[in-house]
């Protein structure tokens, strides 16, 4: 059983940083691609940013230049690193994770709980 557990939310200022983590456990797989995405009540879930194996990053327009996603393979873990939070970047962010298992592709519908992200201004 695949599991992704989050880390690393809480409450910030306006200007601050947070990290988040993501570690990915359970049976024997390869990360093809894993990302970020968050959900502001009353909105759709949006991503936020991706990183695929070969190490290509892909950013939401609204955090470009504040935002950085990485990934240590050897601990099945990716991070996001936010600076210059701002209120708006107030949301539950969300793991998730495209998979496969060996040869077998098990889909990227693999997500974790959520960590809550508040943003004072």
């Known amino acids: 059983q695949v599991q992704l557990v989050e880390s690393g939310g809480g409450l910030v200022q306006a200007g601050g940083s947070l990290r988040l983590s993501c570690a990915v456990s359970?049976?024997?797989?390869?990360?093809?691609?894993i990302g970020w995405h968050r959900q502001a009540p009353g909105n759709q879930r949006e991503l936020v940013a991706t990183?695929?194996?070969?190490?290509?990053?892909n950013y939401a327009d609204s955090v470009k230049g504040r935002f950085t996603i990485s990934r240590d393979n050897a601990k099945n873990t990716v991070y996001l690193q936010m600076n210059s939070l701002k209120p708006e970047d107030t949301a539950v962010y969300y793991c998730?994770?495209?998979?496969?298992?060996?040869?077998?592709?098990?889909?990227?519908?693999?997500w974790g709980q959520g960590t809550q992200v508040t943003v004072s201004s």
């Open positions: 359970g049976s024997t797989f390869s990360i093809n691609a």
């Open positions: 998730n994770a495209d998979l496969s298992y060996g040869s077998v592709w098990l889909g990227g519908d693999y």
């Open positions: 990183i695929n194996s070969g190490g290509t990053t």
